[in-house]
């Protein structure tokens, strides 16, 4: 139960570290170079 | 009666606010998106403040009361992170094409007014829903709180949204939720945190509910999955409904008219996004208190029935009354924001989406100003009298509405973005298809007793419903040549939002919660891992 109760700690937290760096990507991507749909 | 003071106190405060700010209200403008002017805190209160509601701080703390808090975490990640993904793809479009409602922007994007009244329909049926749910719950708590009628406290709480939110529209409601937002923020946070202090700190509490007998397992990240009163018979059934529902209520902030609505308001595109990371963090550090806080209410009572109930015994049997009067005034707070923010929504979708198919006659400003809160009006007493007939079904009527949404707008959302081939026909087909079968199935499942395998869920079937109707619905059909131009439009980046001090602040936002995540690990590791290990550890 440790090792799954720690994977569910790492993962809270973890998933919107990722939303937010991808996030960041595509900020910098879209308005410093435009939309280049 | 001092909860109940502290309620209506604040019912006072929400009107006189509303007053205020609704003496300023002159055109559609200001009261359908507040002038497009709303700064980021704004709209980060708006839009945690009319997500969250009486299902979060009675329904899922009774859950996390059950024993399932951590399997609730498992859930709050992904549903949080549809904030800052759907900003990105859809919020940010939304704001840019400057529509005061988002049927509005659906039937601009495939030049159909058919199409802007279905989603005006969508809305009124399943956010009317919705409303009368979470107009009941708090019906029922002040009911309790003050031990009046049902059908008094009912006038009573309708009275206290529909006010403000009927006379000041969407700038009133801002900053109520805004304020509402801080009360429930604080009332959930500090209300757990105490509970838990109370309880005799972190590793006292974990030792208590580790062995707990009528829950056991209350603490694994698929809680009690053993027992009569288990919700699920297997830890991977249970982790599946988990990851299944977070990924649909990522959806459900990302594109439902409650969440996107308030990117409408926001003073430009960046404060949009920003408002995103804000919303993100907010709900995951909210949820930590408030699943943890509610496993924690055993501590001092496991027989708390109904549960929904367990965070209002807390407050009035355990916490000092302060801090009850704050909680319980924070949990109606919850309630009430979601309800002004639903009953502007239909009240804008009913004037501004549906009612121009029927009566085409031009109006000016004031008079159309006129019809929108009369409209508002009628439709307020029309909830008013389906609550007061309706069986209590509080949580399950709220869930049902909701994720209505996630199928039926969802892929037509994010398709008219990113794709040229869907047509106006197809969105309509796609925007019905989810609907009704979410709507059949799930009415199914909650009201007849049908049993579903988990892979069959009916919002799962719903988006395959959706995708489907949308590309029967396009085929054979040219696209608008309107619809096309104004797609183009809003993929055009506004040249004030590539301005470098705009962009470099918003990446700021962006790493800022990049960061604080690790705080979210840092808290959880303190007052759930730690503890539960060395309780483990001391037990073997």
């Known amino acids: 139960m440790t090792t799954s109760a720690l994977i569910v700690v790492l993962y809270y937290g973890l998933v919107p570290l ?16 435009g939309d280049r749909r | 009666m001092i909860f109940a003071a502290g309620v209506i106190f604040s019912f006072l405060v929400y009107l006189v606010i509303g007053t205020l ?19 980021t805190i704004l709209v980060s209160g708006t839009l945690v403040a009319s997500f969250i509601s009486t299902v979060a701080f009675m329904g899922e703390v009774g859950f996390a009361y059950d024993g399932y808090a951590v399997l609730m975490l498992i859930l709050t990640p992904l549903n949080a992170s549809g904030y800052v993904i759907g900003v990105l ?26 199409l802007q009244a279905v989603a005006g329909g969508t809305v009124l049926v399943g956010i009317g829903a919705y409303l009368v749910a979470v107009t009941q719950g708090m019906s029922l708590l002040l009911s309790d709180l003050v031990g009046i009628n049902f059908g008094i406290a009912l006038l009573v709480v ?34 757990m945190v105490f509970l838990i202090g109370e309880a005799g700190g972190p590793s006292t509490v974990v030792s208590e509910l580790v062995g707990l007998e009528g829950k056991p397992g209350i603490l694994s990240p698929h809680g009690v999955v053993t027992g009569p009163n288990a919700a699920y018979s297997s830890p991977a059934e249970a982790v599946l409904w988990a990851v299944t529902l977070g990924i ?38 909210l949820y930590i208190f408030l699943m943890l806080g509610g496993a924690t209410i055993n501590v001092f009572n496991p027989d708390i029935s109904p549960s929904e109930t367990a965070f209002i015994w807390a407050a009035k049997n355990v916490l000092p009354i302060w801090l009850g009067v704050i909680v319980v005034t924070g949990i109606v707070a919850a309630g009430l924001s979601s309800a002004a923010a639903f009953l502007a929504l239909i009240g804008f979708s009913a004037a501004h989406d549906i009612a121009p ?3 085409r006659t031009e109006r000016d400003e004031r008079t159309a100003l006129r019809f929108s809160r009369t409209v508002m009006l009628v439709l307020g007493l029309v909830v008013l009298a389906v609550t007061y007939f309706s069986p209590p079904a509080v949580f399950t009527i709220g869930y049902f509405a909701a994720t209505l949404f996630a199928a039926s707008w969802g892929p037509v959302a994010v398709l008219c973005i990113f794709s040229e081939r869907i047509t106006a026909r197809g969105a309509i087909t796609g925007m019905v298809a989810g609907f009704l079968t979410v709507f059949v199935l799930q009415g199914l499942v909650e009201f007849a007793g049908v049993v579903l395998p988990i892979w069959a869920d009916p919002v799962i079937l719903g988006f395959a419903a959706s995708f489907l ?13 309107a619809g096309l131009q ?55």
């Open chain 2, 21 to 39: 700010v609704g003496r300023r209200v002159k055109s559609q403008s200001d009261y359908y998106v507040a002038g497009r002017s709303a700064p």
């Open chain 2, 357 to 359: 198919t029927f009566f």
């Open chain 2, 158 to 191: 309708w009275l206290a949204y529909t006010a403000f939110t009927l006379f000041s529209g969407s700038p009133g409601v801002l900053i109520n939720d805004t304020i509402m937002f801080f009360i429930f923020m604080i009332a959930g946070v500090l209300g």
């Open chain 2, 469 to 481: 109707g949308i590309f029967v619905g396009s085929l054979g059909q040219r696209q608008s040549e």
């Open chain 1, 18 to 33: 990722a939303a937010s760096v991808v996030a960041y990507a595509v900020i910098r991507r879209t308005y410093t170079k």
């Open chain 2, 89 to 114: 793809l859809f919020g940010r479009y939304l704001r840019r094409s400057e529509v005061l409602t988002v049927p509005e922007f659906f039937g601009k994007r495939f030049d159909s007014r058919a």
């Open chain 2, 248 to 285: 649909v209520w990522a959806t459900i902030v990302a594109v439902s008219p409650w969440q996107s609505s308030r990117y409408l308001m926001a003073k430009n595109e960046h404060v949009s996004i920003r408002s995103g990371f804000v919303a993100m963090f907010c709900v995951l550090f």
């Open chain 2, 486 to 540: 104004f797609r183009r439009s809003i993929l055009t980046v506004p040249t004030e939002d590539t301005e470098p001090g705009r962009v470099k602040r918003t990446g700021r936002f962006a790493l800022v919660t990049a960061a604080l995540s690790g705080l979210l690990i840092v808290t959880l590791f303190i007052i759930y891992f730690l503890p539960l290990s060395q309780t483990l550890t001391a037990g073997a």
